[in-house]
């Protein structure tokens, strides 16, 4: 179904979000809501008593809730949202096929919106969308845009005590940024005015696949931002109508950095931003560590460019960059001097970036790590094990419990334990603690002074609390 026609038939239409906790509905089911959809939802975390302070916000903010058993459907005008993946046997699904309800996915009703602005950027790539998509709306606010947002993380530039759950923002209608996702396919949905190509580099698809999505995606953009330090993102370029190019590391980019600039701490990092096109250079000073986020910053600062907004303008809206929650979140340190940090890293390339900004400090990393679900260890646990095994030193522990599970028919036949194994294979130290608990007593057992512990895994938002819960224990 073509987007536009999508949006137009969903008009003021109630929603029903199927998982409305969940990191990409909850964002969404913001944005329709401020656009004056009246919302409901179920969510299996919310029966099983999982974070209940988010749930407790959406019931106070005029979201309706229900169990996870159906009830919440109840007439044929209102639109189901749900995951492609979501079985028919989980019973709104089955309660809305009974009605005759119709039924989108999450990036269906996303894509329609977002298609339906007249200004969008879309932020798409293996890693660092949240973080590229989260400065882009911060430069954009700064400079008076006032955009609708949709992220997959808490922007915390945009948290206040009415919504700690800021993963969207509500601005114009006619103004939109979003991470878009290639894990599913459904970044091919996207026709953004701007559209930004961070890296390719695997995840869940192979790189034949993502190949075809991310060419495909900078082809149908007015104008594409391209990371030509990716090798494969620079091999697709020559598919862009339009482009604006950035990097760290090639000095043929319109916009990059003066290598000799860059001055880099545990709490952020200097350098000078180089306009190669205009000849001319802008001090850039980021509260972010970790080169990583030193080339998302130059992404956001190209894509701003596309926009209209000076280079000068951009790095200087960045500043003030507050960062996201669960991207190299720093919790606290504890009186003895270990610091927490809580990550969102779960991919190769996400898990190498934060790993690489911990060893550019000083002190042991003891890092526990878990995968967020079997499917994605089958697809990349050999990189994954290649990356601990890599990245840290011998003095360096990696601990992984079993990969998330909240239920249903996956497979479950590639576990943590072999991961353990190639890690260690690969020279690197690495134990197998099969419960979350039992892995929080091993790591306050092994942690020492000056030790850095990074909590990392995705699609579970209990692993802040697992975060906090260990920094407390330290105090």
């Known amino acids: 179904m073509d987007n536009r026609v999508l949006a137009g038939s969903l008009d003021g239409r109630p929603l029903f979000f199927c998982g409305i906790g969940g990191s990409g509905m909850l964002p969404l089911a913001q944005i329709a809501h401020g656009l004056g959809h009246p919302v409901a939802g179920s969510d299996r975390g919310h029966d099983q008593g999982r974070t209940p302070e ?45 009605l005759g309800c119709e039924r989108v996915s999450r990036a269906e009703l996303l894509a329609a919106l ?104 900078i082809a149908s953009a007015g104008t594409a931002v391209i990371n030509l330090d990716s090798p494969e993102a620079g091999a697709l370029a020559p598919r862009a109508r339009n482009r604006v190019t950035f990097a760290l590391k090639n000095p043929m980019a319109d916009i990059t950095i003066e290598p000799d600039s860059i001055d880099q701490s545990d709490f952020g990092i200097r350098a000078a931003v180089i306009d190669n096109r205009r000849r001319e250079v802008f001090p850039l000073i980021l509260p972010l560590p970790g080169l990583h986020n030193l080339s998302n910053a130059l992404a956001a600062i190209a894509a701003a460019d596309a926009a209209g907004i000076g280079v000068d303008e951009a790095a200087y809206a960045l500043r003030s960059f507050a960062g996201l929650a669960r991207r190299y979140d720093v919790i606290g340190t504890s009186p003895s001097g270990i610091t927490v940090i809580d990550d969102f890293g779960h991919n190769p390339e996400k898990c190498a970036a934060t790993l690489r900004t911990l060893k550019a400090g000083q002190g042991r990393v003891i890092a526990f790590f878990q995968p967020h679900g079997y499917g994605p260890l089958r697809q990349m646990g050999t990189e994954l094990a290649q990356t601990f095994a890599r990245e840290l030193g011998p003095d360096d522990v990696t601990i992984l ?16 334990e072999q991961i353990v194994a190639r890690i260690n294979q690969g020279g690197g130290k690495a134990e197998h603690i099969p419960a979350r608990e039992a892995c929080l007593e091993r790591i306050i057992a092994l942690a020492r002074p000056g030790d850095r512990i990074v909590v990392m895994g995705a699609r579970d938002d209990t692993l802040s609390d697992f975060a906090r819960s260990i920094l407390g224990r330290l105090a």
Not at 401 to 416: M, N
């Open 54 to 98: 988010k749930f407790a916000w959406l019931a106070s903010h005029g979201f309706q809730l229900f169990p996870q058993d159906g009830s919440g459907v109840t007439s044929p005008e209102q639109v189901l949202v749900a995951s492609a993946a979501i079985e028919d046997s989980v019973p709104e699904v089955a309660r809305a096929k009974a």
């Open 114 to 217: 977002f298609n339906a602005a007249g200004f969008s950027i879309a932020v798409g790539g293996t890693s660092g969308k949240s973080t590229v998509t989260g400065m882009i709306a911060w430069i954009l606010h700064e400079g008076g845009f006032d955009p609708t947002v949709m992220n997959g993380a808490v922007m915390k530039n945009f948290v206040s005590p009415d919504n700690p759950f800021a993963s969207a923002r509500i601005g114009r209608r006619d103004r939109f940024v979003s991470e878009v996702d290639e894990s599913d396919g459904s970044i091919a949905l996207y026709r953004p005015t701007i559209g930004v190509l961070l890296n390719v580099s695997l995840d869940h698809k192979s790189i034949e696949e993502l190949r075809v999505l991310f060419g495909n995606f």
């Open 401 to 416: 419990c079993d990969p998330v599970y909240f239920g249903g028919t996956v497979d479950r036949s590639e576990g943590s």
